[in-house]
Nanobody, 119 residues
Framework: QVQLVESGGGLVQAGGSLRLSCVAS????????MAWYRQAPGHQRELVARVSIDGRANYADSAKARFIISRDNAKNMLYLQMNSLKPEDTAVYYCNAVGWVGPTFINRWGQGTQVTVSS
């Protein structure tokens, strides 16, 4: 059973930085697509950034030029470096993994990590 666990959230002042991490356990296979989503109170969950197994990444407009998504396939780790944080980045950030693990297609979510940016 693949499980995702995020870490690295916290409280930071506007203009600061945070680095989120997500570890995928329960598999030694690199998962095809991993992504970060976020959900602010009263809003729908939205994509922040996505990276494929070969490192190709795409970003939401709100994340471009400020956030960097990366992964370490050997460790089954996903990262999100967030710079120049703004109060509107305040949300629960979720790790997501989509792809085949052996004969099973998975679409897994972590439990989320809170990011709060104060003005």
């Amino acid at each position: 059973q693949v499980q995702l666990v995020e870490s690295g959230g916290g409280l930071v002042q506007a203009g600061g930085s945070l680095r989120l991490s997500c570890v995928a356990s329960g598999t030694s296979t690199s998962i095809n697509t991993m992504a970060w989503y976020r959900q602010a109170p009263g809003h729908q969950r939205e994509l922040v950034a996505r990276v494929s197994i070969d490192g190709r990444a795409n970003y939401a407009d709100s994340a471009k030029a400020r956030f960097i998504i990366s992964r370490d396939n050997a460790k089954n780790m996903l990262y999100l470096q967030m710079n120049s944080l703004k109060p509107e980045d305040t949300a629960v950030y979720y790790c997501n993994a989509v792809g085949w693990v052996g004969p099973t297609f998975i679409n897994r979510w972590g439990q989320g990590t809170q990011v709060t940016v104060s003005s």
